[in-house]
């Protein structure tokens, strides 16, 4: 039977991580890597707020295979205020759980402990495949508590995935 699982990614918290750790991700490989290992049929990738600034980025993201998602704001806003995307991606990951029949498991990437109480019940549901933290220093202890079968950090990727310029 062929896998069809979905990734929902926390871009801020995938960026920071792994700058944090000194090296850059390709974007490009980390989504054929999500596809090929997992079986990612859909990859969401989350953003705090729209910019004309970074236009080239959402187009980038698009052309490799993600559904760029952002996070809705008030009018008065404009970008000044952090986009805050957890419970955004929450929503969304409880909703592919019940009214997607063809999504298998759900696939979190992020280290931040707000997903713990619904990671932990998609894995009751037998709906989680893996959590990729994008930097093991600032991933919630929480995440200690569900098995390690559960759990990669993403510098263990690094010879997959890291950007590297053509020389």
């Known amino acids: 039977m062929k896998e069809n699982n979905y990734s929902f990614i926390d871009g801020q918290n995938l960026y920071m991580g792994i700058n944090e750790e000194n090296w850059k991700l390709d974007l490009k490989k980390f989504r054929i890597y999500l596809k090929d290992k997992y079986k990612v049929e859909k990859a969401f990738y989350f953003l705090g707020y729209l910019s004309d600034e970074n236009s080239d980025l959402y ?10 998602i952002f996070r809705e704001h008030s009018s008065g806003m404009n970008g000044g205020k952090k986009g805050n995307v957890d419970t955004d991606i929450v929503f969304e990951m409880m909703k592919s759980n019940f009214d997607n029949e063809e999504m298998d498991k759900i696939i979190l990437v992020s280290g931040d402990g707000d997903y713990y109480k619904t990671v932990k019940y998609l894995i009751e549901k037998e709906k989680f495949k893996k959590i990729l933290f994008p930097n093991s220093k600032f991933a919630s202890s929480l995440y200690n508590k569900i098995d390690n079968k559960y759990r990669l950090p993403i510098k263990f990727l690094r010879n997959k995935v890291e950007y590297k310029k053509n020389k």
Not at 59 to 68: A, P
């Open 59 to 68: 187009t980038f993201l698009q052309s490799c295979g993600y559904i760029v």
